[in-house]
């Protein structure tokens, strides 16, 4: 529960180092599409040489969705 998951381009990755990047997402959690845009931003204001993609997946709450998943996935029908 509470975690935050960020999919990104090597044009975010490569334009800001890991800790500028965190310190960025520390207040993300509430909204998303703001901390989204702060990135791409910070990366375009250090020159921006590649096109920037940002996904943010904040997870509120634990869900038993990969168990069954899991389950389903590795059940071998006769």
Do not use: F
Not at 10 to 21: A, K, Q, T, V
Not at 45 to 67: F, Y
């Amino acid at each position: 529960a509470d975690d935050l998951y960020l999919l990104c381009s090597d044009g975010l990755s490569d334009m800001l180092e890991d800790s500028e990047i965190a310190a960025l997402l520390q207040p993300a959690t509430q909204d998303l599409q703001t901390a989204a845009g702060e990135l791409i931003l910070a990366a375009n204001s250090r020159g921006g040489k590649d096109n920037i993609s940002v996904i943010l997946i904040h997870l509120e709450a634990e869900t038993s969705l990969p168990q069954k998943l899991w389950k389903k996935i590795t059940q071998r029908n006769p």
